[in-house]
Nanobody, 121 residues
Framework: QVQLVESGGGLVQPGGSLRLSCAASGFTFSSYAMSWVRQAPGKGLEWLSDINNDGDKTYYADSVKGRFTISRDNAKNTVHLQMNSLEPEDPADYYC??????????????WGRGTHVIVSS
């Protein structure tokens, strides 16, 4: 059974940092790319970042490029999102997502439940 469990969300001051984690199980973690996606209150899903299966290729949305860093530890089946210089636009529910196999019509086939990030002074 595939499981993705996010953690690390919480309250942070503007300009502060948080490190989100996503613990994966139930599949061959090192074979799949992973992503972070967020959803602000009343808004749709916003893609943030991708990392390929072995961690040597990363991609970022313009809104977080230079501030957020995605990484993975395949030995621990974990994906991280280091978030620095958090801004008022960043509060949201943050989700990790597993990329689907190439035979699937979906980009993502599994999602975590999300972890909430609050930016407040």
């Amino acid at each position: 059974q595939v499981q993705l469990v996010e953690s690390g969300g919480g309250l942070v001051q503007p300009g502060g940092s948080l490190r989100l984690s996503c613990a994966a199980s139930g599949f061959t973690f090192s074979s799949y790319a992973m992503s972070w996606v967020r959803q602000a209150p009343g808004k749709g899903l916003e893609w943030l970042s991708d990392i390929n299966n072995d961690g040597d290729k990363t991609y970022y949305a313009d809104s977080v490029k230079g501030r957020f860093t995605i990484s993975r530890d395949n030995a621990k089946n974990t994906v991280h999102l280091q978030m620095n210089s958090l801004e008022p636009e960043d509060p949201a529910d943050y989700y990790c997502a597993k990329h689907a196999p190439p035979t699937s019509p979906l980009q993502y086939d599994y999602w975590g439940r999300g972890t909430h990030v609050i930016v407040s002074s």
